[in-house]
């Protein structure tokens, strides 16, 4: 019989795991591991495993909500909704997510390959550091993850059947639903902020334009079945090196709008540019560093449109240009107004669910290392104000942004420069 689950511990994992193959293989002797637990994240434990062969990353999810603790159950089956998420996100756009070695649904646990020297990217963006290949790598994964998964791309069969499989991630989607959409616009228990803040949260409980477009994004986010989602594609989910970007903790994973996950991950980092002048004031670098997260922004929604673009005229199927019919003769201008319907509904999507992460992330329950890390609490409210702000603009205004530059620029005027 198979032992219960049991949370893992550095000082418990070698005697719990030394007899799986698939980590005595890549690891050596179990005698020689060194475990770390490495954690920081709001549910999961996650350790570092170091043996005489090699590392590997061991992640297990706890039956509580790490970040709250026991007085918030959670069930277990998100690890299993993540490593399915993983292996078709990872099939999407080859190389991009980390090397899975082990599954066990029981224990909630998955082995992975150790990404080293990568840094979670949030981290470097507090730190100031360029990634060259960033944008590419993110734009890509972006489109060919949110394309292949969808209806231009898969049978009917098989998205159906992983449409009614992540229905079934029913805890976390509810999560998403709430933290993002409903606390931050109600005097959630839930919630946080900054006292700096005390005049702006009054005008978001009294701000009916706000309160109308969360629950629009919200219906759209719970019926617009999309593609599958990443579902929590924010900064804190992408690993990065010098070289390198992979995409990690899909646990969130659900079918839903193409827009979410462009959303989140721009949003964080326009908050990212915004948190520059707190944590590192006056400073010219910091001002520099704070242009290039913007044009890594615009970066990103360039690639994805140019690779969206390129798997709709290459890898879609259906009328009006798409492969597998034969049609007397092909539409192409018929596929390329629809495409840039597509991607002009994208946009708007993208521009609203921008704009609640911001709110959520100031305002809610689960915030952001850039703004927490700025220890005056002016400081902070300043560069949280500005997040605010941008974020009413997309969420209740996205028809004042025709495109990304359109953004940035009223970024930039919030920014002073
Ligand atoms: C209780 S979970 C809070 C947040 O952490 C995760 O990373 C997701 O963003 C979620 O909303
Ligand atoms: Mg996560």
Redesign the pocket.
């Known amino acids: 019989t198979r032992p219960p689950y049991a949370p893992l511990g550095a000082d418990t994992l070698p005697d719990r795991l030394w007899h799986r193959p698939e980590l005595t293989r890549l690891l050596g002797p179990p005698a020689q591991w060194r475990v770390r637990e490495v954690g920081d994240?709001?549910?999961n434990l996650v350790f570092i495993v170091e043996g005489r062969d090699g590392s590997l990353v061991v992640k297990q999810a706890l039956p509580y909500?790490r970040?709250?603790g026991e007085s918030?159950p959670m069930s277990l089956d998100r690890a299993f909704f993540e490593y399915e998420a993983s292996l078709r996100l990872g099939a999407r756009d080859p190389g991009r997510m980390p090397t899975l070695h082990l599954f066990d649904r029981e224990q909630a646990l998955q082995v992975m390959e150790h990404l080293t020297p990568h840094i979670i990217l949030r981290k470097g963006l507090i730190a100031g550091t360029r990634y060259p290949a960033l944008g590419e790598h993110l734009g890509h994964f972006l489109a060919r993850t949110l394309f292949r998964g969808s209806d231009w791309a898969m049978e009917t069969a098989h998205r159906k059947a992983d449409l009614a499989l992540f229905a079934g991630n029913v805890e976390l989607c509810g999560?998403?639903e709430d933290?993002?959409f409903t606390d931050p616009f109600f005097d959630c228990p839930r919630n946080r902020h900054n006292p700096a803040l005390d005049a702006e949260v009054a005008t978001v409980r009294a701000d009916r334009a706000l309160k109308l477009a969360a629950l629009r994004l919200k219906a759209r986010f719970c019926t617009g079945a999309e593609t599958l989602l990443h579902g929590?594609f924010?900064t804190?989910s992408v690993m990065v090196s010098a070289q390198d970007s992979r995409v990690i903790?899909a646990e969130?994973a659900t079918y839903g709008p193409m827009g979410f996950d462009i959303g989140s991950l721009l949003a964080n980092l326009w908050m990212a540019a915004f948190s520059q002048e707190g944590l590192r004031p006056g400073d010219a670098d910091a001002r520099a560093y704070r242009r290039w997260i913007r044009d890594l922004a615009a970066q990103i929604w360039r690639v994805f449109t140019d690779e969206f673009a390129r798997l709709w005229r290459t890898e879609r199927a259906g009328i009006l240009g798409g492969h597998d019919l034969f049609e007397a003769q092909s539409d192409r201008e018929g596929a390329e107004q629809a495409l840039a319907a597509r991607l002009a509904a994208i946009w708007h999507d993208t521009l609203g669910f921008a704009g609640l992460e911001m709110y959520r992330r100031v305002l809610g329950?689960?915030h952001i290392a850039e703004f927490e890390a700025i220890g005056d609490e002016a400081a902070r409210g300043a560069c949280e104000r500005r997040a605010l702000r941008l974020g009413r603009a997309l969420a209740v205004t996205p028809e004042r942004f025709a495109d990304v530059a359109a953004v940035n620029a009223l970024a930039v005027e919030l920014d002073g420069g």
Do not use: M, P, R
């Open positions: 994240g709001n549910l909500a970040v709250v918030w999560i998403t933290l993002f929590d924010h804190g903790d969130f329950l689960a």
